[in-house]
Every structure is written in C-alpha cells, then in structure tokens.
C-alpha cells in the first residue's frame, strides 16, 4: 500500500476466480468466482477501513454468499460470526489467489500531485481531479496477462504529462490531457480533453507522445516490470 500515500482516500473492486480453502483466521473460500471490494485511507500511514467479500465464502464452518469485515467485527451475510481479522492481511490473501481479474479503481489525490514514473516521464494531477483506472487479466495468481487495456480517466481539470528529455511531451505540457491507456501489445494512447477542440496539430502531438510512450514501455529496461504483465 505504498503508493496510497499519494492519495487521500480510495476505492478498489475486483472481480475474479479463486480456488477453494482456508484464507485467513476463520474466513474460506468456497471456490469459484469471487468480488472484492475496500476502501482506504491514504497519507503517511495509509490503512484499509473496510473489505466486504461477495461470492461463496465460509466463516467458521458456515457457508454463506458476503462477508463484511472491518477492525472490529465479521459479518457473515449480515451476521457476526468469529474473531476480527487484520483487514491488510484479508485483501492481501484474497489478491494472491484472484486468477481472471477484473478490476475497477478510483483515487482521490490531496490536492496537487505530482507523480513521477521511471525515464524521465512524470504525470501532474490537478487539484479536485477524481482518477478511474479499469482494466481486466487473465491467467492464474502470480501470471496474469492483460487481455483488455487498463484505461485511466481523471475528472476535474485532468492532469499533464512530460519527459525530461522529450520534446514533443514538453510541447503538450499547457494541454490538459483526460485520459491514457496502456494496451496488451504495450501501445499507449493519450487523450485530450474533449472540449479543447483540437487541431490538427495538437492531435498529432498527442500521436506522436503516445507512439514515444509506447517505445519507452516496449523497451525500456525500467519497465521491465510492466512489460510481464503484457501479450509479447
């Protein structure tokens, strides 16, 4: 949970397959799909408030389709059942089993946020701007693949992008951009803000960037790490 410093609060969905047994304290899993959804809150010592688990799930020995679980109590189908468990902990297991996964995001930064990611690029949110990140792999825990592209939208007065060395980046900087997406064969597409009625030429400087940004995630040593969770 890191990189939650960066936000204030947040929102994670996800949605997959998971195979039957134990998971944490008294919680298991009986096996097939599965949704989860929490909440945290972000700063300097970020903490998840709440998980709620919908699918077949079992808490001791009962079986039932939702489990509400904070720091405090565990609900099985509006019940409390069992011990509290460490809610960190919960979401970590219930990732490390998820296989075919969908997911859904939003993040809400603290005013101003600059965020930097690995050669040169670096991404600057705007006050008030709300981010949505989408997306859905397939393939087992530990192997996932995107198979749908991860599209990221920002509400409010979207954000900027820039590299310390690319021209063309540096030419877009006055341009609010609404979106990007990284695709399964590693393509990144930038998009411009809808009422910005853009010209010829600034469509294709946003061509241009997203063809840069492409090089970068395909062969970029640094990100090595994105490019495992591609279609190659």
């Given amino acids: 949970m890191r990189w939650a410093k960066r936000f204030r609060a947040g929102t994670v969905r996800l949605q997959g397959q998971v195979p039957e047994g134990e998971l944490l304290g008294p919680i298991a ?3 097939g799909a599965l949704e989860m ?3 945290f ?5 970020p903490s998840i408030d709440a998980v709620a688990l919908v699918g077949a799930v079992i808490v001791d020995g009962r079986v039932g389709t939702a ?11 509006g019940v409390q059942l069992g ?4 809610v960190d902990l919960l979401v970590a297991a219930v990732v490390e089993r998820l296989a075919e996964v969908a997911a859904w995001v939003e993040l809400v930064p603290e005013g101003e946020l600059l965020v930097k990611f690995q050669h040169g690029v670096q991404a600057v949110l705007n006050p008030r ?5 989408t997306g859905a792999a397939t393939g087992p825990p530990g192997a996932l693949v ?15 992008l820039s590299h310390q060395r690319f021209r063309r980046l540096a030419s877009l900087a006055s341009l609010r ?3 990007a997406s990284l695709h399964p064969d590693g393509e990144v597409r930038l998009k411009g803000g809808a009422g910005l009625g853009l010209d010829r030429m600034v469509r294709g400087g946003l061509e241009k960037a997203s063809e840069r940004l492409s090089e970068l995630v395909r062969s970029s040593p640094r990100f090595a790490r994105v490019r495992s969770f591609l279609k190659t």
Avoid: H, I
């Fill in 29 to 31: 899993l009986g096996g």
């Fill in 37 to 39: 959804a929490f909440t």
């Fill in 41 to 45: 809150t972000g700063g300097e010592e």
């Fill in 67 to 77: 489990v509400d679980a904070d720091a405090c109590q565990v609900l099985l189908d």
């Fill in 83 to 86: 011990e509290p468990v460490r």
């Fill in 129 to 133: 701007a709300v981010v949505t990140l």
């Fill in 146 to 160: 995107l198979s749908q592209p991860v599209v990221m939208e920002v509400d409010g007065e979207g954000f900027k």
């Fill in 177 to 179: 951009l609404e979106g």
